[in-house]
Every structure is written in C-alpha cells, then in structure tokens.
T-cell receptor, first 117, second 111 residues
C-alpha cells in the first residue's frame, strides 16, 4: 500500500516552454502533498506544501508564479514549471501523506527528471 | 531553524554491519525517519521512530535514538550489495510534519 506515482518520469523541453508534472496517490487519499527539488549529489529541498482544495504554501525563495502547484483532488497534485530555463533542470520529487496513514508517514513518488535545453 | 547532519560516505565490507549516523539540532523533533534512495530512483521509507522511543528494530534494520545528544543512527546488519544506496535522515516537528533532511550518506559495499 501507500504508492505514489509521478508522470512523466523524464522530460526534455526547450527553454521558454512550460512543463506539467503529475503526482498521484494510488491507494490512499493524500490530504497533503509536498514538492521537492533535488540537485545532483545533494539533499532534497522542499519547494512547497499543498493541502487539497487550498492554495499551496511555498518555501522562502521559491517563485510561486514560476512553479504553479494545484492540488485539486485527494489523489492528484500537479506542478507546472512555467517558462522553463536551463537552471530549472533538476530532479523533482513529490510526496504525500494522508488519511489512514497515521499522518506522520510520507511516501514518495519516483521523481521526474526535467532537462531544459 | 532545524539542522540535520550526516556523513557523506560510509564504506563497509559485505556481510559486516553498517551504522549510519545523523545528528539534529531541534530537541522538539518528534518524528525521525530513514529513507533509502537507490541510483536514479525515488525515495523509499525504510523506517521511522518517535521521540519517545529509544530503539526500533525491523528485521535487519535497527534504529537508535539518543534524545539527549540529538543523535539518530541506522544499523544495517549483514550488509548486502543490494543495500548500496544513499540513506537520508529526516526529522519532523509535531506541528506540521514538514521534513527537514540531512544531506544523505552514500553507503558503499566492498566485496
């Protein structure tokens, strides 16, 4: 149980275009989803926290207009990187916690490798 | 704010025990986690411990928590080549469950 999927797993896009990444909780309802960014050989950086039906809470230094997060249902959150630039190339990981998981367990998606050319 | 620190590398021989250490700064950390990340893959929750516990064992994994020293460790018994990965320590406060991460320890297995 507690499976989180992400789609796509890998995407290459041209500079200036927008990319949408989906995060789904497959067998539980995710009341809260987190979006992280991981640079090579570095730890995870929390970008934002989203609760279903509410606006996302962004961490300091993360541009909310550039990284649009939507958590419209209890099983789906999306991260849209708008007007992507090469410096946005990274590994993006979502995690989810929710009903029936005790609240203190976070389960992670497999990640999305974004490359902006 | 909270700071979580880990050594970057640990090298052990196959069959030996691996002990990965983690220190944190905020004594109000309530939930402490160990995650495993294999090359090119996402994060797998290995185990977690509550701050009111000293030890938790799950098959080959043993987690020890020293609250006084704010020190968390993960012991992997009989380390196998499949244990090669980066192990992340993460802590959360009670209020919001946001995870604060260590930099990760890369476990290298020598034959």
């Amino acid at each position: 149980g507690a499976v989180v999927s992400q789609h796509p797993s890998r995407v290459i896009c041209k500079s200036g275009t927008s990319v949408k990444i989906e995060c789904r909780s497959l067998d539980f309802q995710a009341t809260t989803m987190f979006w992280y960014r991981q640079f090579p050989k570095q730890s995870l950086m929390l970008m934002a926290t989203s609760n279903e039906g509410s606006k996302a809470t962004y961490e300091q230094g993360v541009e909310k207009d550039k990284f649009l997060i939507n958590h419209a249902s209890l099983t789906l959150s999306t991260l849209t990187v708008t007007s992507a630039h090469p410096e946005d190339s990274s590994f993006y990981i979502c995690s989810a916690r929710g009903q029936g998981l005790g609240g203190y367990e976070q389960y992670f998606g497999p990640g999305t490798r974004l490359t902006v050319t | 704010g909270e700071d979580v620190e880990q050594s970057l590398f640990l090298s052990v021989r196959e069959g030996d025990s691996s002990v990965i250490n983690c220190t944190y700064t905020d004594s109000s950390s309530t939930y402490l986690y160990w995650y495993k990340q294999e090359p090119g893959a996402g994060l797998q929750l290995l185990t977690y411990i509550f701050s009111n516990m000293d030890m938790k064992q799950d098959q080959r994994l043993t987690v020890l928590l020293n609250k006084k020293d704010k020190h968390l460790s993960l012991r992997i018994a009989d380390t196998q080549t499949g244990d090669s990965a980066i192990y992340f320590c993460a802590v959360a406060m009670d209020s919001n469950y946001q995870l604060i991460w260590g930099a990760g320890t890369k476990l290298i297995i020598k034959p």
